[in-house]
């Protein structure tokens, strides 16, 4: 039994979906066949041996009412040749009552118990001249029991031709059975099918812009099957554009370094001679190549933060936007002296705390501090507003700069991306994707706009409680 089991969980394991899927499927419609064959087939035998007893209990009734009185041993029918309708005899309970001649029907007794009222009536099969019987023996009265004999052949013939035309049915429903669950299983795991062959293909050729063909039909009326290879494109989908931004990204990376390193490598090099520079000459190139390790240090720095999918959540805690406003601002003075930055905090705003990181919330603030004080002209100011509306607050940071051009503006949160105004100015162009990264994060918006009167307006906004995105 054990070993059943194993060869039988084997052949699972082995035999394609398709073919375990067609084979339980006909298995099921084959085994339906069988049955309702069987439930046929009992069902004929009873009603035509139900109807020969009915036929026995008729001629056993009209013998009893036109013999009533008489005593004959044979009442009925020529019982050597079975050419009568019913062949009937009469026999007493007691043995020694019985004719000289003997009894064509056979006498047994149960005979003699009905005789004699001890047996309730009953049928039996026999077989008397060559021929099956079907006989009633009943109470004929006085004593005795009536014996009523029909040949059983013609039944028996019907139920063996009843028996070969449903097993004939039954065979040919098998085959059905198993031409649909072949049919059955190649239509429906079709999507399946299309499916392994494009993560087949994916997993070949390493190109997530395979997709699977989808059956035409309205959404909402789509199978299982089918709804599982639409979620798989939209997987796919997903799989495509987290690729390409992690290849866009690799490149820009290796496009932003190259420069700085080949400057750092320049300047290495340039220090490595120090015997033949002035003193001057060398406090000028260390400067440059401390300068550049810090641009390479942070760009590097910018690239781990960006690269990273998701927060560090266990950090969490009550952050007070306010005061987090306020030391930006004091550190984006120190920074930028030739900058004015004016801070205007909502008085309802400043006991306002929302869950956070403040160490990334601070990232935040700067970064968009410092790209607005890289736009503004020397001794503009940059205008940065802290309001609450509702349960949520809204920060938003003002620069008197060139502002955003409309076809720059889709693009401004890119990464590695740089307006033609901006191409000379320093930067990696990393600040405004980290910042709407950090926002995002922190279940925050940050969008991009034009300030009405010139410049750029940045609009940070924090919903009701702002809890951070779930990753």
Request: aromatic share 4%.
């Amino acid at each position: 039994m054990s070993g059943a089991r194993k060869l039988g969980a084997h052949w699972r394991r082995r035999r394609p979906l398709r073919t375990r899927l067609a084979v339980a499927s006909s298995a099921a419609v084959a085994l339906v066949a069988v049955g309702v064959c069987a439930a046929a087939f009992f069902v004929i035998r009873y009603e035509l041996l139900h109807q020969l007893d009915l036929s026995l209990t008729q001629s056993a009734t009209r013998v009893i009412q036109e013999n009533r009185g008489e005593s004959p041993r044979t009442v009925a029918g020529e019982c050597r040749y079975l050419s009568a309708p019913a062949c009937a005899q009469v026999v007493p309970a007691d043995p020694s009552a019985d004719p000289g001649e003997p009894y064509p029907l056979p006498v047994s007794a149960p005979v003699r118990e009905v005789a004699a009222g001890e047996r309730a009536p009953y049928f039996s099969n026999v077989t008397r001249f060559g021929h099956p019987l079907r006989m009633l023996t009943t109470p004929f009265g006085d004593g005795r029991a009536l014996q009523v004999a029909l040949r059983a052949d013609p039944v028996e013939r019907g139920v063996r031709q009843a028996a070969l035309l449903l097993a004939a049915v039954g065979g040919a429903g098998v085959l059905l059975a198993g031409l649909l669950g072949y049919a059955v299983s190649r239509t429906g795991l079709a999507p399946v099918a299309r499916l392994t062959a494009t993560t087949e293909r994916i997993a070949e050729t390493r190109d997530p812009r395979h997709r699977i063909e989808l059956p035409p039909g309205p959404p909402g009326r789509q199978d299982e099957v089918t709804r599982l290879a639409a979620s798989f494109n939209t997987m796919l989908g997903e799989l495509e554009q987290s690729v390409s931004s992690q290849r866009r990204l690799v490149a820009d990376a290796s496009h932003e370094l190259r420069t700085p390193l080949t400057a750092l490598r320049t300047n290495a090099e340039l220090l490595a001679r120090a015997d033949r520079l002035t003193p001057a000459q060398r406090e000028r190139a260390s400067g440059a190549l401390g300068r550049q390790l810090r641009e390479v240090t942070g760009l590097v720095n910018d690239l781990i933060e960006l690269a990273r999918d998701e927060e560090p959540l266990p950090l969490l805690e009550e952050v007070r936007i306010a005061e987090l406003a306020e030391h930006a601002v004091a550190t984006a003075r120190a920074h930028w002296p030739h900058i004015r930055f004016a801070l205007e905090t909502d008085p309802a705003a400043v006991d306002t705390t929302l869950p956070g990181v403040p160490a990334r919330l601070a990232r935040l603030l700067t970064n968009l501090l410092d790209n607005a004080a890289k736009f503004s002209p020397p001794n503009a100011p940059v205008e940065v507003d802290l309001t609450a509306h509702g349960s949520g607050l809204a920060l938003t940071v003002r620069d008197h700069g060139p502002g955003i051009a409309a076809e720059d503006l889709p693009y401004v949160f890119d990464r590695f991306y740089r307006a033609e105004t901006a191409r000379a100015l320093p930067g990696s162009g990393l600040g405004l994707a980290m910042a709407r990264q950090i926002a995002r994060a922190h279940g925050a918006e940050l969008t991009a706009g034009a300030a009405a009167g010139g410049g750029a307006v940045f609009t940070l906004s924090f919903g009701p409680q702002s809890p951070p995105a779930a990753r």
